[in-house]
């Protein structure tokens, strides 16, 4: 699998996650080596993501509290509405 995230006019690098991804790693290989220092080189910013369970799980919703990050509310089974889908 290949994680990447896209601002309005940037884009964090892509991250390649061999296995499965479960909740503990999605926090240490995704949120915290690749979004928050992408999110502490914006302005203002409002993360988004799709409902499956590691991005779900309380921990990670912990995460996000602790590190004072937005998140945009998003419909349970929606990826086809998800920007990044059409790249």
Not at 15 to 24: D, E, F, T
Not at 60 to 81: G, K, T, Y
């Amino acid at each position: 699998m290949v994680w990447g995230g896209i601002g309005y006019h940037s884009r964090t690098p892509l991250v390649r996650i061999a296995g499965i991804l479960n909740s503990q790693r999605y926090i240490s290989e995704v949120l915290e080596t690749v979004v928050l220092p992408y999110l502490q080189g914006l302005a203002t910013a409002i993360f988004q993501q799709d409902n499956a369970r590691p991005h779900v799980a309380r921990i990670v919703q912990r995460f996000f509290v602790n590190h004072q990050i937005e998140l945009l509310p998003w419909p349970a089974c929606s990826l086809d509405l998800s920007p990044i889908e059409n790249l």
